[in-house]
């Protein structure tokens, strides 16, 4: 996912997993960081932390002259993708669907990781990378194909095993037992209905957001045309209250605000703040799984080197690292090479 330098990727992860620490100890129900606010038990949640990095950070880090005046409003047949358009999309979908749906599969929230992943994938596999940020069909398809697929694979854990993966998929596991279903390996011979309505309840979904969006693309366009003057305190005051209604917390909003002013400042210093991020939505569960294997273990770290697949996984870990600094060391050699060039021809001239 590094868009900079691994060492500003690294680090923006590790700071990720430091805000993951906040809240109750799942282990000992002490509190942990709160700055003894109750609000912040349950965690800094992803909403404010998000909003915030990417909505308020964006709006305060972009220039009012930036903004553009002419806003033109598309006709329906010009949304349709052209056939450049589906060569260069093509094989981002099939990519951001196959790897969403793995993700999806994980617990967590994996609509956010799988986005993340499927741009960084595209970046790193596109041979003109210095065109996302700037329109690439690729930086869009392949995101959003993710993001539905992850949605998608979401629902295989909580059908199949009745394990939720996320918060939605609780929630429905939640009304499903209040009618008496349980979901599971018993789910399609028991309630056969259930199940494929499911299924058909996510074409059906699709079909609307298409029969919505189309055709209303030019209502959403003319929301460009407002002055920035007032769609920049509009989109601040939106920010503001969907942070607020998710929890009903008035913490989550000074959270987005704060976090905000550090989106700002992450972009003037050229840090990427997606791994910050991922580091906050996967904290929880390293957290938990490195303790239970220390449990497991008498608190012998050796167990992470003893079992086939976790040293596999740390090695597959360190050769990735180990690539990326020797990438660093060589592009400072060939720096030092092409200075040293560039004098020695002055000396000569």
Excluded at 49 to 63: C, H, M, Q, R, W
Excluded at 87 to 107: D, H
């Amino acid at each position: 996912m590094s868009s900079s330098s691994l060492v500003r990727t690294l680090l923006m992860a590790c700071i990720g997993l430091l805000l993951g620490m906040v809240g109750i100890d799942n282990m000992t129900g002490h509190f942990r960081y709160s700055f003894d606010l109750a609000e912040l038990g349950d965690g800094i949640g992803i909403v404010p932390v998000a909003v915030g990095l990417f909505g308020l950070g964006e709006i305060l880090s972009t220039p009012s002259h930036t903004v553009v005046g002419k806003v033109i409003t598309p006709k329906l047949r010009e949304l349709l993708p052209n056939r450049k358009e589906w060569r260069e999309s093509i094989m981002p979908i099939a990519r951001g669907s196959v790897l969403g749906f793995i993700i999806g599969i994980i617990p967590g929230s994996a609509h956010i990781i799988s986005s993340f992943l499927s741009y960084a994938l595209e970046r790193r596999v596109s041979k003109h990378p210095e065109e996302f940020g700037h329109g690439a069909v690729a930086g869009v398809a392949g995101p959003e194909s993710a993001n539905n697929s992850a949605s998608t694979g979401a629902f295989v854990p909580m059908l199949a095993l009745g394990i939720p993966t996320g918060p939605i998929t609780a929630v429905l596991m939640g009304a499903l037992m209040v009618q008496g279903v349980n979901s599971g390996p018993q789910l399609v011979t028991e309630h056969p209905d259930v199940f494929w309505g499911f299924v058909a309840s996510m074409y059906v979904g699709n079909l609307m957001l298409l029969a919505l969006n189309l055709p209303l693309v030019g209502l959403f366009v003319t929301v460009l045309r407002i002055p920035y003057a007032y769609l920049y305190p509009l989109i601040i005051v939106f920010c503001i209250v969907g942070v607020y209604e998710v929890s009903h917390s008035i913490v989550d909003v000074y959270i987005m605000l704060i976090m905000g002013v550090l989106g700002y400042a992450l972009r003037k210093f050229a840090f990427d703040p997606a791994p910050l991020v991922l580091g906050l939505v996967i904290a929880p569960l390293f957290e938990q799984s490195l303790r239970q294997s220390l449990i497991m273990s008498n608190g012998d770290y050796l167990i992470f080197f003893s079992r086939p697949i976790s040293l596999g996984l740390l090695i597959t870990c360190a050769i990735m690292l180990g690539l990326s600094a020797l990438t660093f060391v060589l592009k400072r050699k060939n720096w030092r090479d092409k200075l040293a060039e560039a004098e020695a021809g002055e000396i000569e001239t």
